[in-house]
């Protein structure tokens, strides 16, 4: 084996600045080159007021599962593994194993290695997602990352990484956690530079908008404003024969007040997390971002449906040089179960 590469592997598993860091950096990136917002995702915990970002990444350099990290962390720096203390506590829902693996307690911080492994089928996959669909329950008020760090193919075994920080820089002492899971979406599918067949050269002024409450967005220039007064965005029409991405639906395209607003409708949006985002591209290459997104539902019809509208600054005349494309990523798989575990942590001396 590689030392050296053996090494930055376990330094980059195990220093909680570095997690924090490149969860910090995802957050920014998807902001700023995708206009994917956070805000619509935020959840309040009641035990704790806890907000957590669930981020799922896959590491580069990972083990198969935690004990296999064992196995690299003892290779390369034992006294790194002992800080990790095994806890294997485990609850099965739905022939889904959830197991609680180790625990590293340090200072203000836990760090948690946690596996969801399928006994009887293929719904654990390389791309499950916890979603907004978990819960931590600390006796104190904490802040938590939750990043999926390795998938096991052979053991059908998804390794998740959580970081929990007491509040105000407080130590964390002789306590215990509750880390619970409703359901978890896998089998996701990517689709990306999705070209789309409109003659933008005929794109007018949009002839049917309304005021709609905004219940998020996000953006290079998002404008939280937005959420005291009702905006105008485009009245959703479902364009037939524009998309045939299953769950996303395209559901308009015009200028409003000299912006270009386009627009897709998302049904069960809280169950599945399908989502997207446009861009343009004109004749020679460069790629146009949109300004912003925002979010708004309709809940008046029987199954209720979130749309998403982007914003470009852009006139008509640059657009008649441009092309419509997306990159859109659907999950076509939901699992429902009730998986709790409550286990201790206990302070480690340095």
């Not at 994917?36 to 907000?51: G, H």
Request: proline share 3%; aromatic share 12%.
């Amino acid at each position: 084996m590689n030392n050296k590469f053996l090494k930055k592997a376990v330094e980059d598993i195990t220093m909680p600045e570095d997690m924090k860091n490149r969860i910090t950096n995802n957050i920014k990136k998807s902001k700023k080159d995708k206009g994917i917002s956070f805000n619509r995702f935020k959840k309040q915990f009641i035990a704790a007021a806890v907000i957590v970002l669930c981020i799922s990444s896959a590491i580069p350099v990972v083990a198969k599962n935690v004990d296999s990290i064992y196995e690299i962390m003892y290779l390369i720096s034992p006294q790194i593994a002992n800080n990790f203390q095994p806890v294997q506590k485990s609850d099965i829902s739905n022939g889904i194993k959830m197991e609680v693996k180790s625990v590293y307690l340090h200072n203000n911080t836990a760090e948690i290695y946690i596996t969801m492994q399928d006994l009887n089928g293929n719904r654990v996959d390389e791309t499950i997602d916890l979603y907004d669909s978990y819960d931590i329950y600390t006796p104190f008020n904490s802040t938590a990352y939750c990043e999926r760090v390795g998938y096991d193919e052979h053991t059908k075994t998804a390794t998740f990484m959580i970081s929990i920080s007491q509040d105000n820089n407080k130590k964390i002492e002789g306590k215990k956690i509750t880390f619970s899971v409703k359901r978890f979406l896998s089998q996701k599918s990517e689709y990306e530079k999705v070209e789309f067949p409109i003659n933008l050269s005929e794109i007018t002024v949009a002839d049917k908008t309304q005021k709609v409450d905004i219940t998020g967005g996000g953006g290079i220039n998002y404008d939280e404003k937005v959420y005291d007064d009702e905006y105008e965005v485009l009245t959703p029409q479902i364009m037939e024969n524009v998309s045939s991405i299953a769950g996303i639906d395209f559901t308009g395209i015009g200028f409003i007040k000299d912006k270009l607003h386009v627009q897709i409708g998302i049904k069960d949006i809280r169950n599945n997390d399908n989502h997207g985002f446009f861009y343009l591209i004109d004749n020679n290459g460069k790629q146009i971002e949109c300004d912003a997104n925002y979010y708004f539902d309709d809940n008046s019809k029987d199954e209720s449906v979130d749309y998403i509208e982007y914003i470009f600054s852009i006139t008509p005349q640059e657009l008649k040089n441009c092309t419509l494309y997306g990159d859109f990523y659907t999950s076509g798989l939901v699992t429902e179960g009730d998986w709790k575990v409550t286990f201790p942590i206990e302070n480690i001396e340095q």
